[in-house]
């Protein structure tokens, strides 16, 4: 029974002391100011949590639905996700949420802005305490703290105090830590830190992350990307959103020609190459070959080699190269039903029709099977003293067609004027402050899981037999690690002059 009445006075006690615990937080919340509530809300690890699976997640949306896209694109990738029947809805709540230009929606920006005070908060609210840590000297430990220390090693070494101070001194600087000294009553202790600083490693990923979200908010609200069909020949000051607004470029940029090259005999695209001059002030500033993965910068606008297609009725130029048989050559740029004539020769021929993608049917009918560039083909008549000679299709991509029949040759090289270079326009001005940040969170990381901080105590004391060696030791991480390198101490110890038992 007296037990029992011993518990039931201890529930008492501790429920009393409980509710008084309570009563006091109580209290403290009902003293708290709004800065400080909101201050205890932003300084929660959990919040960041929160905050950043919003903002992976949102991405992951974002990835998924092509931002400033046109509409037909993402209606396609909505309906076969969820299906065509939902694809209009679905499309609807979705851009009037932002999704279709995402990362320049309110709450996106607020969502990093919340997430980037939030990470200041709690950096700033635990740094005090790690930043004593880190500046606290280390000092001789007393016998009974040398008890409960984490990593504990012991040898004892033949030969007196002073002989293996030596000793034991040289080992812990060839293991990398320059160590002080203090005398004790019946020997002395060699302590020694090092790494004090990568408590902090956590702190310069904070950093890094604040740098990238500045970065990405720079290129938010200071940056742009459009999109630019640029034909052939043409000019342009202005790239567009998908919204059809004009982006001014501050210079001109000029197509001068385009190219597809295509696998072997099929219509599938192996590159697609654009020519591209810049112009500013009136002057050619720089002139660059652009295709996919290689593309032109000038003045922190990028144009990226993006698609490709036929300006509607455009008519174009005909670039021919005629070869006569005796070698005579001559470059020939006309138009439809223009005619020319082989050099050194009376021959004359006359383009009577263009196929952009000729094909052949069963019975050998020409007939058109696209309206790309896939095949491009152009059909010649030709004459001598106002007789037709011969006629026939003279086809882009196949040579052999390219032979005349008394031995001539007449290679159609391109029909300039007509295609249109699809270019990605993008300026991000903080791309660079991203890859500032990206850099900086790799040292953090690297600090952060790799360099620990360690503290290393050595005690000799004379023992009857020789000296006794005690190595005490801490370490906030990779604790394993600094255990192996404290045994190879040991050991080296152990072989050292004057032997260990």
């Given at each position: 029974?007296?037990?029992?009445?011993?518990?039931?006075?201890?529930?008492?006690?501790?429920?009393?002391?409980?509710?008084?615990?309570?009563?006091?937080?109580?209290?403290?919340?009902?003293?708290q100011?709004?800065?400080?509530?909101?201050?205890?809300?932003?300084?929660?690890i959990t919040?960041?949590?929160?905050?950043?699976?919003?903002?992976?997640?949102?991405?992951?949306?974002?990835?998924?639905?092509?931002?400033?896209?046109?509409?037909?694109?993402n209606l396609?990738?909505?309906?076969?996700?969820?299906?065509?029947?939902?694809?209009?809805t679905?499309?609807?709540?979705?851009?009037?949420?932002?999704?279709?230009?995402?990362?320049?929606?309110?709450?996106?920006?607020?969502?990093?802005?919340?997430?980037?005070?939030?990470?200041?908060?709690?950096?700033?609210?635990?740094?005090?305490?790690?930043?004593?840590?880190?500046?606290e000297?280390?000092?001789?430990?007393?016998?009974?703290?040398?008890?409960?220390?984490?990593?504990?090693?012991?040898?004892?070494?033949?030969?007196?105090?002073?002989?293996?101070?030596?000793?034991?001194?040289?080992?812990?600087?060839?293991?990398?830590?320059?160590?002080?000294?203090?005398?004790e009553?019946?020997?002395y202790?060699l302590?020694s830190q090092?790494?004090?600083?990568?408590?902090?490693?956590?702190?310069?990923?904070?950093?890094?992350?604040?740098?990238?979200l500045?970065?990405?908010?720079i290129?938010?609200?200071?940056?742009f990307?459009?999109?630019?069909?640029?034909?052939?020949?043409?000019?342009?000051?202005?790239?567009?959103?998908?919204?059809?607004?004009?982006?001014?470029?501050?210079?001109?940029i000029?197509?001068?020609?385009?190219?597809?090259?295509?696998?072997?005999?099929?219509?599938?695209?192996?590159?697609?190459k654009?020519?591209?001059?810049?112009?500013?002030?009136g002057?050619?500033?720089?002139k660059?070959?652009?295709?996919?993965?290689?593309?032109?910068?000038?003045?922190?606008?990028?144009?990226?080699?993006?698609?490709y297609?036929?300006?509607?009725?455009?008519?174009?130029?005909?670039?021919?190269?005629?070869?006569?048989?005796?070698?005579?050559?001559?470059?020939?740029?006309?138009?439809?039903?223009?005619?020319?004539?082989?050099?050194?020769?009376?021959?004359?021929?006359?383009?009577?029709?263009?196929?952009?993608?000729?094909?052949?049917?069963?019975?050998?009918r020409?007939?058109?099977?696209?309206?790309?560039?896939?095949?491009?083909?152009?059909?010649?008549?030709?004459?001598?003293?106002?007789?037709?000679?011969?006629?026939?299709?003279?086809?882009?991509?196949?040579?052999e067609?390219?032979?005349?029949?008394?031995?001539?040759?007449?290679?159609?090289?391109?029909?300039?004027?007509?295609?249109?270079t699809?270019?990605?326009?993008?300026?991000?001005?903080?791309?660079?402050?991203?890859y500032?940040?990206?850099?900086?969170?790799?040292?953090?990381?690297?600090?952060?899981?790799?360099?620990?901080?360690?503290?290393?105590?050595?005690?000799?004391?004379?023992?009857?037999n020789?000296?006794?060696?005690?190595?005490?030791?801490?370490?906030n991480?990779?604790?394993q690690a600094?255990?192996?390198k404290?045994?190879?101490?040991?050991?080296?110890?152990?072989?050292?002059q004057?032997?260990g038992k």
């Amino acid at each position: 029974m007296g037990e029992v009445k011993a518990l039931v006075c201890f529930f008492k006690k501790y429920y009393h002391i409980k509710l008084n615990f309570r009563g006091v937080n109580v209290e403290k919340q009902k003293n708290q100011t709004i800065v400080d509530r909101i201050w205890n809300s932003f300084s929660s690890i959990t919040l960041a949590v929160v905050f950043f699976t919003l903002i992976s997640l949102t991405s992951m949306i974002g990835t998924v639905i092509e931002q400033n896209a046109e509409p037909e694109k993402n209606l396609k990738v909505i309906g076969k996700l969820f299906g065509e029947s939902l694809a209009p809805t679905l499309y609807n709540i979705f851009e009037r949420l932002g999704f279709m230009d995402m990362y320049h929606s309110w709450w996106f920006v607020t969502l990093l802005l919340l997430f980037a005070a939030n990470l200041v908060i709690c950096s700033i609210d635990r740094l005090p305490k790690i930043w004593k840590l880190v500046k606290e000297p280390i000092n001789p430990l007393s016998e009974e703290h040398f008890k409960g220390v984490g990593i504990k090693r012991e040898i004892v070494l033949r030969g007196k105090t002073e002989k293996v101070r030596g000793v034991v001194g040289t080992a812990i600087k060839n293991a990398g830590f320059n160590f002080s000294e203090a005398k004790e009553a019946n020997g002395y202790q060699l302590y020694s830190q090092k790494g004090s600083y990568s408590r902090l490693g956590v702190y310069i990923t904070h950093f890094s992350i604040l740098v990238i979200l500045l970065g990405a908010i720079i290129g938010i609200f200071f940056g742009f990307k459009g999109f630019l069909n640029l034909p052939e020949g043409a000019i342009s000051s202005v790239a567009y959103y998908r919204s059809g607004i004009e982006q001014p470029l501050g210079f001109s940029i000029r197509c001068d020609n385009f190219l597809v090259d295509f696998y072997g005999g099929s219509d599938m695209p192996k590159a697609y190459k654009s020519w591209l001059t810049i112009i500013k002030d009136g002057k050619e500033v720089i002139k660059k070959t652009i295709e996919v993965n290689d593309p032109l910068t000038y003045e922190g606008i990028t144009f990226y080699q993006s698609s490709y297609g036929m300006v509607p009725d455009a008519q174009g130029i005909f670039m021919l190269k005629a070869i006569s048989k005796d070698g005579k050559r001559e470059t020939i740029n006309l138009k439809h039903n223009e005619s020319f004539t082989i050099p050194g020769t009376s021959i004359t021929g006359k383009i009577i029709n263009f196929s952009p993608a000729l094909g052949m049917d069963q019975t050998g009918r020409p007939f058109t099977y696209a309206d790309m560039m896939n095949n491009p083909a152009i059909y010649i008549e030709f004459s001598e003293g106002g007789k037709q000679k011969y006629a026939g299709w003279l086809l882009k991509r196949y040579p052999e067609t390219w032979a005349l029949p008394d031995g001539h040759i007449v290679e159609f090289m391109d029909y300039w004027g007509i295609e249109y270079t699809g270019l990605q326009v993008r300026k991000d001005p903080g791309v660079w402050v991203v890859y500032l940040g990206c850099i900086t969170i790799s040292i953090g990381l690297f600090i952060a899981f790799f360099v620990s901080h360690r503290r290393l105590w050595v005690r000799l004391i004379e023992d009857k037999n020789g000296t006794r060696v005690t190595v005490g030791a801490t370490a906030n991480k990779n604790r394993q690690a600094f255990e192996r390198k404290i045994d190879k101490i040991i050991a080296l110890l152990s072989k050292s002059q004057g032997g260990g038992k």
